[in-house]
């Protein structure tokens, strides 16, 4: 079965300083990962995802995040924190052997704040 | 790209009352859509994915007669809740995904449900 683990609640940081989100996940196979941002009363929205390739991901509004095979991770980093990043991030799994519909594993959620 | 539209945003309505939400994919063809609760401050939980043409699949542990999946086309997907109940107010959100086994799904800004 697939499963994602956010073992933080909420990551507090200052606007300038790097900001990391972590995420660790399990499957039976190879893993498609993703994140997401939540802002109030809103959906999720796409940040990046890694499939295959560098293990190093580049995604929307500066963040990137780091594939970690060995220590089946995939933390969520910035080099630069905005106080617009303040909001709820999710990690996401998926299988590459669910041939089926594909659904999606969801984390629990890290708030992140960033103070001015 | 890749845009979905959630309506309502927001419903308040009566005990007992059947409320119908709207998921559409505004610039692609959707053949799998998937619908979410969000209970405050957790994750999201898959209720049932949505597929054009064809029965929805529930998880386990939702009422299949109590959500009602219905994906006419491959740009509309709806959740109709009938006879709704104070424990129905949530959070839900609809995601569609492009065709091809990495793409990311794409969220709707989700429907806030309050029944009185």
């Not at chain 1, 790097?18 to 959906?43: A, D, E, I, M």
């Not at chain 2, 386990?60 to 959500?67: A, C, L, M, P, T």
Request: hydrophobic share 35%; proline share 4%; glycine share 6%.
């Amino acid at each position: 079965a697939q499963s994602v683990a956010q073992p933080e609640d909420q990551v507090n940081v200052a606007e300038g300083n790097p900001l990391t989100v972590k995420c660790t996940y399990s499957v039976s196979g190879n893993p498609y990962l993703f994140w997401y941002v939540q802002y109030p009363n809103r959906g999720l929205q796409f940040l990046l995802k890694y499939i295959t390739g560098d293990n190093l991901v580049k995604g929307s509004y500066g963040f990137e995040a780091e594939f970690n095979k060995s220590q089946t991770s995939f933390h969520l980093k910035k080099p630069s924190a905005l106080v617009s990043d303040s909001a709820l991030y999710f990690c996401a799994v998926r299988d590459k052997k669910n041939t089926g519909f594909q659904k999606l594993v969801f984390g629990t959620g890290t708030r992140l704040l960033v103070s001015p | 790209g890749a845009v979905v539209s959630q309506h309502p945003s927001w419903v308040i309505c009566k005990s007992g009352t059947s409320v119908k939400i709207e998921c559409r994919s505004l610039d692609f063809q959707a053949t799998t859509m998937f619908w979410y609760r969000q209970f405050p401050k957790q994750s999201l939980m898959l209720m049932a994915t949505s597929n054009e043409g064809s029965k929805a699949t529930y998880e386990q542990g939702v009422e299949k007669d109590k959500f009602l999946i219905n994906h006419a086309s491959l740009t509309l997907s709806t959740l109709t809740v009938t006879s709704a109940h104070p424990e129905d107010s949530s959070f839900y959100i609809c995601s569609a995904r492009l065709s091809g086994s990495n793409q990311p799904q794409h969220f709707g800004d989700g429907t806030r449900l309050s029944i009185l």
